[in-house]
């Protein structure tokens, strides 16, 4: 039990999760964690080493700060799932205890507009018990006094179980445990897909390797590849990958305090990761990319990052890159909330997918409900049905403000 297969012990599974990095992985979890369901899991990893995954490239950062109430409540359990780790995973002496550091994430506002709506987005957060609070120049100034603030108004700032976390242990605990309790791993590949005649079923699935799998349940959690999944099933979803940049570097003068995770008026965000700071930013042209592009592009560091972060945080003029490297956003286009969910007519074709960037934090909520979804036919503890798939076909978006 518990290794990766080259090719399915069986023909046929009540559910096929095409995809196993964090959402994948989760689903498979909360699936075999839930006492009513009995059935047989199947998850399907084009790549099991995940190095270009949005899993591997992940900052593993979690916030409250949304716009959207249910994004808060998300948030919330991945936060007592973060902190109580231990106990979700049955008590097993193996699994580590894991740390969230919360120190916050910090929105700079440089107009009055964009500080009235930090002021309301901070209303709705506390409706939900979150701990943001609206800041002014000075409550900055007092409590970061490094940095530069000529051009702020203002800020919101939570350090109410706000940080990040280790992120890729609880992904490595969830999928080992997956697979202990009977989940099969395969290194292969979904090429295909076969519906019934009313197309309103997927009877199988194809693998690379020449298999076809019966199955009761697919779960599409092919991240930035959501579409290529969906279009097998002939569902057209409005993912598609969109590049991110992440760049480690060191100070010559590093500071007395951590430092929030700040999202700089540019759009250009920073934060202490460890004895390092990372900063991260989109491209100018932030369009979809090639599903293999993770390509650097190491202008973006000195003609972009570091003249807008030593601008910030004077002592940041002297800092030296360590590292850094390009990953993808499973981006949603139509709203850039989650799609998740059963289709309106392949019913059972179930969407985990286009967390635009939220994936890592919403995966605790977002499996667990999967799960209830496929036990049960319905949400039990989070409603998540404002991520419906129907919004989509209904031209209704669910739009999330705070996207970084």
Known sequence: MG?????????????????????????AWFLSD????????????????????????????????????INVRISQFAADFVKNFQSYMGDDPRVPELVLQSYGYMYLADNQAFADQLKELQKIQAACGAGTKYMSRADIARDYPFYRLDDI???????????????NSLFDWWKRMARERGADYVS????????????????????????????????????PRAVLTSRMAGIEIPVEPRKRYTFIFDAAKPLDRDLPLTIDPTGIHMRTDGTYYLAGCAPDEDMAV?????????????????????????????????????????YNSFDQNAILGPHTQVENFIFVNGFSG?????????????????TYGEFR?????????????????????AVI
């Open 34 to 69: 839930n006492p009513d369901f009995d059935g047989s899991i199947l998850v399907v990893e084009r790549d099991p080493t995940y190095e270009f995954s949005s899993t591997a490239h992940t900052n593993s950062c979690m916030r409250q700060q949304f716009s959207a109430k």
């Open 188 to 223: 292969n590949e979904v090429v295909a897909m076969t519906r019934n005649s009313a197309g309103s079923r997927v009877e199988s699935v194809t693998l690379k390797s020449g298999e076809e799998i019966s199955c009761g349940t697919v779960v599409n959690a092919s991240g």
């Open 381 to 401: 503890t989070l409603d998540l049905s404002p991520f419906n798939y129907e919004r989509i076909e209904k031209n209704q978006p669910f739009v999330e403000k």
């Open 358 to 374: 939220h994936g890592f934090q919403q995966s605790p909520a977002m499996g667990r409900g999967t799960a209830e979804l496929i």
């Open 3 to 27: 290794r990766i297969l080259e090719k399915p012990r069986q023909g046929r599974y009540d559910v096929v999760i095409v995809g196993g990095a964090m959402l994948g992985s989760s689903v």
């Open 290 to 330: 090639d599903y293999e592009d993770f390509v650097q592009d190491h202008s973006i560091w000195e003609d972009k990052v570091w003249p807008v972060i030593a601008n910030r945080i004077p002592q940041f003029e002297a800092i030296k890159l360590i590292n850094s490297w390009a990953g993808h956003y499973a």
């Open 153 to 167: 108004v203002g800020a919101n700032h939570n350090l109410v179980d706000e940080g990040y976390f280790d992120g």
